[in-house]
């Protein structure tokens, strides 16, 4: 199985091709005015420099979040058009488990920086399963947490389009449907929510959603 992972969620981007679990092909690139314009232009590059086309993909998978909501919305919509395009599955794969996956042992707690001294966080056991779930909290918070647990918090750093790459093959190769509809975003709320000048409001939240109707 042939799955192509892009990231999106940050200022330097990601794009990996895995072969059934192994990375083949990656690359990354700093886009300061963002990656939408360059985006497919790069997927061209990585799919003619490993020697496959678009028709080799199988699978496709982007990074979900938490990150820039910009990122995050570009990057899905452009996996779920190629999924959607070819009739293929496709995966949307938290920051936070890909960072995980990435990491050996039994405990495996990662952060992300967040703003105004949150971090996005997680601790994971060594099966990815969640022992302290994805949450925004301030920094020494969440590192109080995951100490708790005897694990010391590892901060993310890079695009995580080969971890996620491999990732989405393991999943999809233990039957994981990868239905487009189901690659949604992954924001993660504030732990608590804050109380603003405008009422209760949780940060996670993108701005431009705040006072939607679901």
Known sequence: MLVLAIDTTARTGGF??????????????????GLAAALFGEIEALLAGAGFSLADVDAFA???????????RVG???????????????????NLE??????AGDLRAVLLPGRRGDVFGAVFDGELRPLVSERQEPEESFR????????????VT???????????CLRLAGGASGAPEAAD???VERAAVEKGSQ????????????????
Not at 19 to 30: H, I, M, P
Not at 158 to 168: H, I, S, T, V
């Open 16 to 33: 990996a091709l895995a072969r059934d679990g192994e990375v083949v092909a990656s690359r990354t690139l700093e886009a300061d005015k």
């Open 62 to 72: 982007a990074l979900a979040g938490p990150g820039s909501f910009t990122g995050i």
């Open 76 to 94: 899905l919509s452009a996996v779920k058009a190629l999924a959607e395009a070819g009739g293929k599955p496709v995966l949307a794969v938290s």
């Open 98 to 103: 890909a960072a995980a996956f990435e990491r």
């Open 144 to 155: 109080e947490r995951a100490r708790a647990l005897g694990a010391e918090p590892a901060v």
């Open 158 to 168: 890079g695009p995580l389009a080969e971890a996620a790459a491999r990732l989405a």
């Open 185 to 187: 975003a992954n924001y």
């Open 199 to 214: 009422g209760l409001v949780r940060s996670g939240t993108p701005p431009q959603e705040r006072g939607r109707c679901p």
